[in-house]
């Protein structure tokens, strides 16, 4: 069974950091692209990042670039999320998903609540 | 930036037809996926690649896309599918969803 379980997230003041995790279970992992996608509360969802299956290539959302970094580790199956200079805007339910074949997501994890505010 | 456009709310009475529409430039050139997300959980992908439906998702899903607009049917509409919807297609490197839709039943 596909699992993805995330963690790290938290209260954070604005300014500060905070990185997430993702714990990948039940499917090869180093063979996926993977994604971030965060629902800021009552809203929709959005594409934050994406990283490749051997961890070389990277892309962001323009509202997260410069400030946040995504990684993976293929030997451990975790993905990462490194959030810099958060800001209020930023608040919200972070995913971690799989990229399927091509553009689609097939698995998401639970989520993890990141919360911006002094 | 590429922008998927949906109606806020649509609602259907039991074992009706619902359809909800997604609206992009040409969005026929690309492929687009659906997702439903009931309260206080993750999304679930329904339709993918415009029409094809994942295991486990029930039959009366169905999806197309023509021109600038892909459309999730749902034919025989349950109380469970009440929720909130959203399309997704990929361009120049980002992945962009839909605004999403509130389906009622009632």
């Known amino acids: 069974e596909v699992q993805l379980v995330e963690s790290g997230g938290g209260l954070v003041q604005p300014g500060g950091s905070l990185r997430l995790s993702c714990t990948a279970s039940g499917f090869t992992f180093s063979r996926y692209w993977m994604h971030w996608v965060r629902q800021a509360p009552g809203k929709g969802l959005v594409w934050v990042s994406r990283i490749n299956s051997d961890g070389t290539t990277t892309s962001y ?15 451990k199956n975790t993905l990462s999320l490194q959030m810099n200079s958060l800001r209020a805007e930023d608040t919200a339910v972070y995913y971690c998903t799989r990229g399927a074949a091509l553009t689609e997501y097939d698995y998401w994890g639970q989520g993890t609540l990141v919360t911006v505010s002094a | 930036s590429y922008k998927l456009t949906q109606p806020p709310s649509v609602s ?40 094809r439906r ?17 459309t999730l049917t749902i034919r025989g509409t349950q109380t469970m599918d009440e929720g909130d919807y959203y399309c997704q297609a990929w361009d120049s490197s980002t992945w962009v969803f839909g605004g999403g839709t509130k389906l009622t039943v009632l």
């Open chain 1, 61 to 75: 959302a323009d509202s997260v670039k410069g400030r946040f970094t995504i990684s993976r580790d293929n030997a």
């Open chain 2, 12 to 51: 259907v009475s039991p074992g009706q037809t619902a359809s909800i529409t997604c609206s992009g430039d040409e969005l026929d050139d690309k492929y687009t996926c659906w997702y439903q997300q009931k309260p206080g959980q993750s999304p679930v992908l329904v339709i993918y690649q415009d029409t």
């Open chain 2, 54 to 70: 994942p295991s486990g998702i029930p039959e009366r899903f169905s999806g197309s896309n023509s021109g600038n607009t892909a």
